[in-house]
């Protein structure tokens, strides 16, 4: 099994910026990518950014610009830096793990953005 542990996550006024990373332990051993989603209140997951093992980064229109995510050295780590955050930015991010045919979620971390 994979055992995704995300962190980073919390209250910040609009303009503001966070960190967010997701550890990856356990079966890891033929990642295809990883990635972050985020699910608002009464609204669908929604991918905001992913990067795959060879460094192909793809992003969600509405943080392009804003929104880095990038990952550590053994490609077992994915960070998402948010930068100008706004409001609309509150969700519940979440972290994803794809390996060979499976998909792997974290627990979810709450980020409000609000003043």
């Known amino acids: 099994q994979v055992q995704l542990v995300e962190s980073g996550g919390g209250l910040v006024q609009p303009g503001g910026s966070l960190r967010l990373s997701c550890a990856a332990s356990?079966?890891?051993?033929?990642?295809?990518?990883m990635g972050w989603y985020r699910q608002a209140p009464g609204k669908e997951r929604e991918l905001v950014a992913i990067?795959?093992?060879?460094?192909?980064?793809n992003y969600a229109d509405s943080v392009k610009g804003r929104f880095t995510i990038s990952r550590d050295n053994a490609k077992t780590t994915v960070y998402l830096q948010m930068n100008t955050l706004k409001p609309e930015d509150t969700a519940v991010y979440y972290c994803?793990?794809?390996?060979?045919?499976?998909?792997?979620w974290g627990q979810g971390t709450q980020v409000t953005v609000s003043s």
């Open positions: 994803n793990l794809q390996q060979e045919s499976d998909s792997y």
């Open positions: 356990g079966r890891v051993f033929a990642i295809n990518g």
């Open positions: 990067i795959t093992m060879v460094g192909y980064t």
